[in-house]
């Protein structure tokens, strides 16, 4: 079976072939990503919890559609920054799947679809128990994306 690598290889050609500057092929995805994670990352918990433990209820009402409106964005912009630095990784010829950054940004979009699946379901039911889940597993990716982004920090500075 061919590698990840090897699979991307054609795409990362292109995109190599495309004469992008190395400092934005080898910093862009962290630079973009790093705005996405503590800007939308930061408010989407936020105002998560916040739905959940402010005592206004107008409050919470606002809190949860705040949410509900940006964590779908996020949930795309994790989706294409983890696409971009998958092919950043493969345009340096780097090995993709030997990195702990590549696998923590494979576990935090697991855990966000599921997490988006746990949503989509109106909470099973609006289950008081499911909303629970939403929230811990929600603050665990995002404490996974910090994990992340120091491992990342450590790959670019690496390569």
């Given at each position: 079976m061919a590698s990840l690598n090897e699979l991307l290889e054609p795409i990362a050609n292109q995109f190599r072939n495309l004469?992008?500057?190395a400092p934005i092929v080898h910093w862009g995805h962290p630079?973009?990503?790093?705005?996405v994670v503590l800007v939308m990352g930061s408010f989407v918990g936020w105002v998560g919890w916040r739905?959940?433990?402010v005592a206004?209820?107008?409050?919470?009402?606002?809190?949860?559609?705040?949410?509900?409106?940006?964590?779908?964005?996020?949930?795309?912009?994790?989706s294409l920054?983890?696409?971009?630095?998958?092919l950043s990784l493969g345009m340096q010829h780097q090995a993709i799947t030997e990195?702990?950054?590549?696998?923590?940004?494979?576990?935090?979009?697991?855990?966000l679809a599921l997490n988006a699946v746990i949503s989509m379901s109106s909470f099973g039911g609006n289950r008081p128990s499911m909303r629970t889940v939403h929230a811990y597993?929600?603050?665990?990716?995002?404490?996974i994306l910090f994990l992340h982004a120091v491992l990342g920090l450590k790959l670019g500075l690496s390569i």
């Open positions: 004469g992008i500057p630079l973009m990503m790093a705005i739905g959940r433990l206004d209820k107008d409050a919470a009402i606002k809190s949860r559609a705040d949410q509900r409106k940006l964590a779908p964005w996020m949930f795309l912009f994790l920054g983890y696409t971009g630095g998958v990195s702990p950054h590549f696998w923590t940004g494979s576990i935090v979009l697991v855990l597993l929600g603050s665990t990716a995002l404490c």
